[in-house]
């Protein structure tokens, strides 16, 4: 059974500084990983995808893989109050790395103060 | 272009009774998945739909169950209805559901069992 854990948080971070979430994965099979953010009461959106060893970075965001660690983090930079969401870690739940089939953290809440 | 239509987006059943969701994925995606998410087991995936034939399903017992039509829309059921079946149902589409092509989460059908 593949599983993906998070840490729930709540994670608080003030405004301006990096906000580091963090994520493992019991298969070692797993090829691509997915990080969704979801607002209170929205829907995931997806911010990042990585399927290779090493940093992908977007914007303020970049995604870290370690496969040797079986982890995964999510680093934002500059953080904004319009950041603050629930963030969610997923892994295909079979190999090909098709996203129709995710696995899901629980997610992480991370919180940005003023 | 329209995102991902879900309807109802609130139902209110009662034990025992069944359930049909709809979902019209955005036009020209021929992936469509079903997801639960509910506080204590987070997201959880159902089944996809691909060009009208079920390519992915989850652990779920028999009681849910799906379909997609010729045009990608697609409905889920949900017979015997049980209290814990109470849940946000999400449905996304995708064009292929690959891992490079992002899932479009529609805003979900919010699902209470008394």
């Known amino acids: 059974q593949k599983e993906v854990e998070q840490n729930s948080g709540p994670l608080s971070v003030p405004e301006g500084a990096i906000a580091s979430l963090n994520c493992t994965y019991s298969d070692r099979g797993s090829q691509s990983f997915f990080w969704y953010r979801q607002y209170s009461g929205k829907s995931p959106e997806l911010i990042m995808f990585i399927y290779s060893n090493g940093d992908k970075e977007d914007g303020r965001f970049t995604a870290q893989l370690n496969k040797a660690s079986q982890y995964v983090s999510l680093l934002i930079r500059d953080s904004q109050p319009s950041d603050s969401a629930t963030y969610l870690c997923?892994?295909?739940?079979?190999?090909?790395?098709?996203?129709?089939?995710?696995?899901f953290g629980k997610g992480t809440k991370l919180s940005v103060k003023p | 272009k329209a995102g991902v239509t879900q309807t109802p987006r609130y139902l209110i059943k009662t034990r025992g009774q069944q359930v049909t969701l709809s979902c019209s994925p955005i036009?020209?995606?021929?992936?469509v998945s079903w997801y639960q998410q509910t506080p204590g087991q987070g997201l959880q995936f159902l089944f996809e739909y691909f060009s009208e034939t079920q390519r992915n399903k989850g652990n779920f017992p028999g009681r849910f169950s799906g379909r997609q039509f010729s045009n990608s829309r697609s409905e889920m059921n949900v017979s015997t209805l049980e209290l814990g079946d109470s849940a946000l149902y999400l449905c996304?589409?995708?064009?292929?559901?690959?891992?490079?092509?992002?899932?479009?989460f529609g805003n979900g059908t919010r699902l209470t069992v008394t």
């Open positions: 036009s020209g995606h021929r992936s």
């Open positions: 996304a589409s995708s064009p292929e559901g690959l891992y490079n092509s992002p899932l479009h």
């Open positions: 997923a892994i295909p739940g079979n190999y090909g790395g098709s996203q129709g089939n995710l696995i």
